[in-house]
């Protein structure tokens, strides 16, 4: 399928907040890693979400460039041209930018939207994420409010975070306190700013996340503090104004604390570190058990069809689409494609 318009991704995420199920968003850097989501999307027969990060598109955009909105780009536009080819839908989405970054990544991925619109093409992305929880929240949702107003004209889904989230994303640091858990009153002044804009809004509220690697037990995730969260607003501003959730550094969760979460209104949860160690095993594997054809050991030649990068890569993608398909499950996504072939 193409890649999902608007208004399909917007009946996309209603209906998973009502089925109590989420979309993967699977962090990539390059053509095999979203080839790798695509194809564990498809074997699962479900929708989901490929984002690229401000340092995956720097990555992207190769070495001696390093611009993060043109490697995006180029990755989103890889996307739209093979995406018809598998029976899901998927969306394009940015992941966190500080408001230090807007101008070298958002914004310009917003101005390649506005003019593919002017000229009747579809949006390059499907959403974008500002990331403002390292602000005040009055400077978060001053400028998720005007972003908010310029991608309600353009069909763009903006997602914005409240509260911070521990661990390291993309070299950011968080600390771990009390910090990482918002309260009803800040989603409440979340609502109160946003919701008169328009246009359609994510929350990733953090309820004690944790970005990056831990082991077991070091994180306390509390997801009751999103049902409080959506209670609240339901309470003063009526249903419509239930909050659509994302679960950001939910790498190494229990099933339990994810399906909680499902059932509070996580419509959305990012897969980025778990993705990582999936793609990256097969090579290690590969490496350790070949090195003497991978390496021209002694004076020998090694062996072409070890070292040829096609040979890890492959396996590299199958163990990534692997581990989406099992991201999906945890997510209670199987077959829930709203695409009918
Ligand atoms: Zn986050």
Do not use: W
Not at 13 to 32: H, K, Y
Not at 203 to 230: D, I, M, R, S, W
Not at 235 to 263: C, M, N, P, W
Not at 312 to 334: C, H, I, P, T
């Amino acid at each position: 399928m193409p890649v999902a318009d608007f208004k399909t991704f917007c009946a996309i995420l209603e209906r998973a907040r009502a089925g109590r199920f989420a979309l993967a968003a699977v962090n990539v850097t390059s053509m095999t890693t979203a080839n790798a989501v695509l194809r564990g999307l498809a074997e699962s027969k479900a929708d989901g979400i490929i984002q690229i990060s401000t340092g995956g598109g720097a990555f992207a955009s190769g070495s001696a460039i390093k611009d993060m909105a043109l490697g995006a780009a180029s990755i989103a536009e890889h996307v739209h041209r093979v995406a018809d080819r598998y029976p899901i839908y998927v969306a394009l989405h940015t992941d966190h930018c500080l408001k230090d970054k807007l101008e070298k990544f958002v914004i310009p991925l917003l101005e390649l939207t506005e003019k593919r619109r002017a000229a009747g093409q579809p949006n390059l992305f499907t959403g974008h994420m500002f990331d403002g929880s390292n602000l005040s929240l009055g400077e978060n949702l001053e400028t998720a409010g005007k972003l908010l107003a310029r991608f309600a004209k353009n069909d763009l889904l903006l997602e914005i975070e409240t509260g911070a989230v521990g661990g390291e994303e993309d070299g950011v640091v968080g600390a771990h306190n009390a910090n990482l858990y918002t309260t009803p009153q800040d989603t409440l002044e979340v609502a109160r700013r946003l919701n008169p804009i328009g246009g359609r809004y994510l929350l990733a509220a953090t309820f004690g996340n944790v970005h990056g690697v831990y082991k077991p037990g070091h994180v306390k995730l509390q997801p009751k503090v999103l049902k409080e969260c959506q209670d609240a607003v339901v309470k003063q501003y009526g249903e419509s104004a239930r909050f659509h959730l994302v679960f950001h550094g939910g790498s190494g969760s229990t099933q339990e604390e994810i399906h909680e979460s499902l059932d509070y209104g996580v419509v959305k949860m990012n897969v980025d570190t778990d993705m990582q160690y999936a793609f990256t095993r097969p090579i290690a594997a590969h490496m350790f058990k070949n090195y003497d054809g991978v390496l021209k050991v002694d004076a020998e030649v090694g062996n072409k069809k070890a070292y040829d990068p096609r040979t890890y890569l492959a396996m590299a993608e199958g163990s990534m689409a692997d581990r989406v398909k099992q991201a999906v499950s945890d997510l209670r996504g199987n077959g829930q494609t709203m695409f009918a072939s």
